[in-house]
């Protein structure tokens, strides 16, 4: 079946705009998990959603970043004021259930100039 | 604090050769997972292999395998007969039993010569 599908697959943006990043996790996951991937810090985890719940929210970077996930499928995470350090690959994974295997997603290649 | 080490930042091995790959972990938990985790330049993250901290018995799929010693905290891959598709990042990866995040380590450039 389909697998995890992220939008857009790069993202070039001025500093200071906002972004939306997108994931469409595998049919039937109802976990969903957001992590990302730059040079200095390696994968970090930011934030998951079990349903449409994230009871978390923690990991994210700063008060910038939010996510959503509605209907229990589709997530968006998105950046205001986006800054130079935004840059990196944010990776979003599904999973059936909270603990089980994490599927991930191709990744949205976010570059602030 | 759970963290994830990965000691070799690059490995090279001749097709056809076997390379294992290291990593310890730092836990205080007794139940857990482990996984170690492909990513090739196409950036997309493939799950290689899970092991259950649990089950004694190091898990297999083909042609990887992993050397799981729960008392020294460590987790090393082997790959057998590599292949020229064998090429990516692998990163190690913990989960507490329960926990919803991956704990990542910085992970190891494979390269595979002809």
């Known amino acids: 079946g389909a697998g995890v599908s992220q939008s857009p697959s790069n993202k070039v943006t001025e500093k200071g705009k906002d972004v939306e990043l997108r994931c469409d996790p595998i049919?039937?996951?109802?976990?969903l998990y957001w992590y990302r991937q730059s040079l200095g810090q390696g994968l970090e985890f930011l934030i998951y959603f079990q349903g449409n719940s994230a009871p978390d929210k923690s990991g994210l970077p700063s008060d910038r970043f939010s996510a959503e996930r509605t209907g229990g499928s589709v997530s968006t995470l998105t950046i205001q004021r986006t800054q130079q350090e935004d840059s990196a690959v944010y990776l979003c994974a599904s999973s059936l259930g909270l603990t089980d295997t994490q599927y991930f997603g191709p990744g949205t290649r976010l570059t602030v100039l | 604090a759970q963290t994830v080490t990965q000691s070799q930042p690059e490995m090279s091995v001749q097709e056809a050769e076997t390379v294992t790959l290291s990593c310890t972990y730092d836990?205080?938990?007794?139940?857990?997972?482990l996984f170690w985790y492909k990513q090739p330049p196409s950036r997309q993250m493939i799950l290689v292999i899970r092991?259950?901290?649990?089950?004694?018995q190091n898990a297999t799929e083909n042609r990887f395998s992993v050397n799981f010693q729960k008392a020294a905290k460590s987790f090393s891959l082997k790959i057998s007969d590599s292949q020229l598709g064998d090429a990516a990042m692998y990163f190690c990866?913990?989960?507490?039993?329960?926990?919803?995040?991956?704990?990542f380590g910085k992970g190891t450039k494979l390269t595979v010569n002809p």
């Open positions: 836990t205080s938990e007794s139940d857990y997972y």
């Open positions: 092991q259950e901290a649990y089950k004694q």
């Open positions: 990866a913990y989960s507490p039993a329960g926990s919803e995040k991956l704990v």
């Open positions: 049919s039937g996951h109802t976990a």
